[in-house]
Structure formats: C-alpha cells, structure tokens
C-alpha cells in the first residue's frame, strides 16, 4: 500500500513541476489581445449656451392673464346694449340649426332649431345669437346674419357676416 501512496505522491509532484512554464498557448493570447486595441470613442458635442426669448419683445401681444376693457371711443361701431334681448339670442349660434322657412306674401320667416328641439321662427330684422347677430337676408339655403363681435387684439367692435346653412 505504501508503494501506491508514494507512486501517486511522486506522480502528482511531477504534474505540477510540468506547469513552471507560464501556461499554454491561450493563455499567451488573451494576456497579448488587448495590446493593439485603440477604443473608437466620438467625442462629445459642444454644449451650446441656451439663449432665453423676452415673450412679447415687440410689445403688440396683449397680456393673456390681464383682462381688456373695451374702449368706448365715439363714432365707433357699437352694439346697442339698451335694447330687451330677445328669445333666439340665449343660444350660441353653433347650437342653432336652420331647417326650413315660411314664406307669407313679402314676409319671409327662417325656422331655426334650438337645443332644446324647440322651433322659432325669425324674419329679417330679428336677433339671433350670442354676438348681436341681426338676421340679414333668409334664402332657401340659407339664413345670412351681421355680428358685432370685439377684435380679440384692439378691443374695438368689428362687424362680421355668420350664416345658418339649411340642415336636412
């Protein structure tokens, strides 16, 4: 039995004797890999200086968190608030719909739908709308209305020409 302990002792002394060489041939290349490696690395941008913007630089903008006042300048195009509202002009008029018209000798009348589906008739002459839309001009196809609406920049009242195109 001590013949085997000491063949194993003597064969295992002489494996690791074997290995003073510095390993074998893979060990060489991953150690020697590396050394002709450059890393390809962009350089980074330049960082440009943020530049801030004045709002309303100019001075034309109106102040959005401000309220305007509408200016009462005489000889201008004003709406008469002094006059009794009438029924039609409760609704917006994108919530009108004309849908048909009567005609009685020289009178001719507008039927426009409410949001309510009640029916109200107009001639020229009548208020329709939340801008002080007067009735015009009624046609069969449609229903031709003069606003006087304030410029949302000067504040002045402008006239503009709304119309009720027919719904079938």
């Known amino acids: 039995m001590w013949f085997k302990i000491s063949s194993i002792c003597i064969l295992s002394l002489g494996l690791v004797a074997c290995d003073g060489d510095g390993g074998d041939d ?15 690395i962009k350089p980074l941008p330049e960082v440009k200086p943020y530049l801030a913007l004045q709002y309303n630089a100019d001075g034309k903008l109106s102040d959005p968190f401000r309220s305007r006042k509408a200016s009462n300048k005489s000889g201008m195009l004003q709406p008469n608030m002094s ?35 009640g ?42 020409i709304s119309s009720l195109a027919l719904q079938e």
């Open 26 to 40: 893979l060990d060489k290349f991953i150690r020697e890999a590396a050394n002709g490696m450059v890393p390809k």
């Open 83 to 117: 006059r009794p509202k009438e029924s039609m002009e409760a609704y917006p008029l994108e919530s009108i719909k004309y849908v048909g018209h009567l005609s009685k000798t020289k009178l001719t009348y507008a039927l426009l739908l409410t949001p309510d589906n």
């Open 119 to 160: 029916v109200q008739q107009v001639k020229i002459g009548n208020y329709v709308g939340q801008n002080f839309g007067m009735v015009t001009k009624i046609t069969d196809s449609e229903v031709v209305l003069k606003e006087i609406v304030q410029d949302e920049l000067s504040g002045d009242w402008i006239e503009r």
